[in-house]
């Protein structure tokens, strides 16, 4: 019965996901300072952090339209076992090419796990669906708290190799866990011998992908930027990891609070707070770079995406046809790892021009613009799709 399926399948979801990000954000967490200890510089290091977006995107459109196809858990499978190939290349690469592998394997895992798994918690969730995304989220804020703390510390005491060979086993779990998951494709769905892009294409779908380049600019940024930053003025990889547990941390709060949040405030106002408090956050980490005042300014932009990321999602899944959802959040999430790729290109080259400072400001800079525009459009969209139910 479909009941049945959601009470059994939502818990495995959450299980893959949670190690599935933790894999991820583990080898993601120190892969930059790895780069700039072999030798690479800041903005070299910076664009092969950015080729896990760029792979992740050409491959969003395709994974999507096939997902909606019926193979869905396939491709969930797929992305797990994508992050342990990463985590193994990782423990044997030696060059700044070898690192560039590790980040297009990376980029396949999430091309293949990250829209299957949003649209996987709304089926699942059923009517339900937004807190159904709330708890995915809950549990990718989760795996980013322990992914890097853990690599920090691990690589402080036993070095890069034992960190990737961490993440090699979780992302294996994932994998393995992912098989289990009972996804269902209405029969209609299998049938379908076209599925494209036209349908999912909603006003609301529009927006968040608009807003999602920004986040993913920002994310990405913040993922790489002080990881490097931390390294060159001399602080331990734990220290980074802390700021990204700690990021992440605040982020969970929200992101535990965001169906409420979404219900209290509606869609306009919640991003609109999301991406403000990104921008405080990275306007102190401009000024402010290292600890204490490091650690606040991250809470501060965890807190912040923690808001408009979900608030993105939901806004993706409500204003698309449920015919249409891994196609609307592969288009959400395209979005994401275009602004990530483009955003990481251009922010580490500032910053090893001009230094860290002025890329973070260009980052708030865009938060404060992406707010904007999600109160001039965002309650307009949710009207649009009100009206068409």
């Known amino acids: 019965m479909p009941g049945a399926v959601r009470v059994t399948g939502l818990p495995n979801l959450l299980a893959a996901t949670l190690l599935f990000f933790t894999s991820v954000s583990a080898t993601s967490s120190v892969i930059s300072r790895y780069t700039r200890d072999i030798g690479a510089s800041v903005a070299a290091s910076g664009q092969v952090y950015a080729l896990t977006p760029l792979v992740a995107a050409l491959l969003r459109i395709p994974v999507g339209i096939a997902a909606d196809r019926g193979n869905a858990k396939r491709f969930l499978v797929a992305g797990g076992f994508a992050a342990t190939a990463a985590g193994i290349a990782a423990a044997f690469a030696y060059t700044v090419p070898m690192v560039a592998l590790v980040r297009v394997l990376q980029g396949l895992a999430l091309a293949f796990f990250v829209a299957p798994s949003i649209a996987a918690a709304a089926a699942l969730g059923g009517e339900a669906f937004t807190r159904a995304i709330s708890m995915r989220a809950v549990m990718v804020t989760a795996a980013l708290i322990v992914g890097p703390l853990a690599a920090g510390f691990i690589v402080d005491w036993l070095g890069y190799w034992a ?3 961490f993440t090699a086993i979780t992302g294996f779990a994932a994998a393995v866990i992912a098989t289990s998951i009972p996804l269902r494709q209405a029969r209609i769905d299998r049938l379908h011998k076209g599925p494209g892009l036209r349908d999912a294409l909603t006003l609301g779908v529009l927006l968040a992908i608009a807003l999602a380049v920004v986040d993913g600019m920002v994310f990405f940024s913040v993922q790489s930027l002080p990881q490097m930053q931390l390294r060159d003025l001399g602080y331990r990889a734990s220290v980074f990891g802390l700021f990204q547990s700690l990021t992440a941390a605040s982020g969970l709060v929200a992101r535990g609070l965001s169906s409420h949040v979404y219900t209290r405030l509606g869609p306009r106002r919640m991003l609109a707070l999301g991406f403000a408090l990104e921008a405080i956050g990275l306007s102190l ?14 809470i501060l932009y965890g807190f912040g995406s923690g808001t408009s990321i979900p608030g993105e999602q939901m806004l993706a899944s409500m204003s698309a ?15 994401f790892d275009v602004g990530g790729t483009i955003g990481l290109f251009v922010l580490s080259e500032i910053a090893n021009s001009m230094g860290y400072s002025p890329a973070y400001s260009i980052a708030a800079l865009a938060a404060v613009a992406a707010g904007t525009l999600a109160l001039l459009v965002a309650g307009r969209a949710t009207r649009r799709q009100e009206a068409r139910l």
């Open 163 to 165: 960190v990737f060979i």
């Open 285 to 298: 980490l401009a000024e402010y770079p290292v600890p204490p005042l490091l650690y606040l300014a991250g």
């Open 321 to 335: 046809p449920r015919s249409a959802g891994n196609r609307a959040a592969s288009l959400y999430t395209l979005g």
